[in-house]
């Protein structure tokens, strides 16, 4: 299996702008989790989604942040608009079993805005 | 309000010798704890992970201990080796076990 996948990997863009990471999680996981990885924060929980129906979004920091599931094989994380204390790094990870047990990562999308 | 923390931003250790990294959580209510180990430039990948009706878990090189009174715990790995050096993270989950809380992360740092 290919694990997780993210992209892009990378992502520059200006204040203001949409930005749309995407995610396509382990084929067969029910549960699929976005994280945001800060110095400050450590990594936050943002939503997390089961059976393609978001479960809990309190970790969503403002209504700028939206996500979406459209089907088992595919979610985006979508920013609009966009600004400076959003640059982070933003994982996707997916799992069988809710998030209790292990969660398989992807490689992150590391997103600088200017 | 951080439920669970890694106090120790980051840990240097020769190799060859035992790495230590602890973590503390609040919430009475976590009964499930995890360990990630996470390299530059990837995803986080799960290390071991230890139940509440245990105080000890072990694999390989790599124990973890849990002080639920304390509501404490920490990864032991013996003995370290250079391939060790990355962040960790912490992180617990309750009974009802749909999502995961995690620490900020201890970057270990392991000497040749």
Redesign the interface.
Known sequence: DAGVIQSPRHEVTEMGQEVTLRCKPISGHDYLFWYRQTMMRGLELLIYFNNNVPIDDSGMPEDRFSAKMPNASFSTLKIQPSEPRDSAVYFCASSRDGGRYEQYFGPGTRLTVT | DQQVK?NSPSLSVQEGRISILNCDYTNSMFD?F?W?KKYP??????LI?ISSIKDKNEDGRFTVFLNKSAKHLSLHIVPSQPGDSAVY?CAA?DDR?????????TRLFVKA
Not at chain 2, 41 to 46: D, H, I, M, V
Not at chain 2, 97 to 104: D, L, R, S
Request: charged share 10%.
């Open positions: 890694q499930y995890l990630y430039a990837e995803g986080p990948t799960f992970s993270f989950s076990g749909f999502k995961t809380i995690f620490g900020a992360g």
